[in-house]
């Protein structure tokens, strides 16, 4: 079906909007395609996200103005809006329907990437990097979430991914991945984050340079 400008920015709008939980599966049959199959476009509660995006902040300990923020797998870009209500400095998107990246370009005057969040490079030029499962298959997300943490352990300084709707699948394996790939590098999960769907769907890590061992 041919989306609609008019459908985007009612979709945007009911989106941010305080009180609302989540659009429906379909969203106007807007789909994005990432990895393996189509995957239904659902925005997330704005509520949620903002309080997950402030926790985050708590956790960072850095001032708003001095955090890079960006949505992999942005959609219309409703978690961008709240990124910029809370005044993080730098907020971006990426976001494979050019349409789809055109509009929450727009709407939130940030830059959005049109690109694949599998073979994106640069999330290691973020402090938090936010998902909302924009991938249907489950293997296609443990990888995702490899690459991710991958490249936030190169940086030099503390960050965070926001997880959401990735249920934890095969974690031992995940786990002695990145410490076998990552030695110096303390990644772990962060308990009791706000979250929408529970713990073990909601993840939150913090990636963290660990300190010189003392001889």
Request: hydrophobic share 35%; net charge positive.
């Amino acid at each position: 079906s041919v989306i609609s400008m008019n459908m985007l920015n009612t979709q945007f709008e009911k989106a941010i909007s305080s009180n609302y939980t989540h659009l429906s599966s379909r969203c106007g049959d807007i789909d994005q395609r990432y990895g393996h199959k189509y995957y239904n476009f659902i925005p997330y509660s704005y509520d949620i996200a903002k309080k997950q995006i402030k926790f985050a902040l708590q956790k960072l300990n850095e001032k708003p103005r001095d955090i890079s923020f960006i949505d992999a797998g942005c959609g219309i870009g409703n978690i961008m809006h709240a990124a910029k209500k809370l005044e993080i400095g730098k907020v971006d998107g990426i976001e494979l329907d050019e349409k789809l990246a055109r509009f929450a370009k727009r709407k939130t005057k940030c830059d959005v990437f049109v690109d694949n969040i599998m073979t994106f490079d640069k999330y290691y030029d973020y402090d938090i990097v936010y998902s909302y499962s924009p991938i249907s298959y489950y293997r296609t997300k443990e990888a995702f979430v490899i690459i991710v943490l991958s490249m936030l352990a190169s940086r030099n300084k503390p960050s965070i991914f926001i997880a959401n709707y990735f249920p934890r699948y095969n974690e031992d394996a995940l786990d002695h991945y990145m410490k076998s790939v990552c030695a110096n590098v303390n990644i772990k999960r962060i308990e009791n984050a706000p979250n929408q769907w529970g713990d073990w769907m909601d993840t939150m890590y913090l990636v963290n340079i660990k300190q010189h061992r003392r001889r």
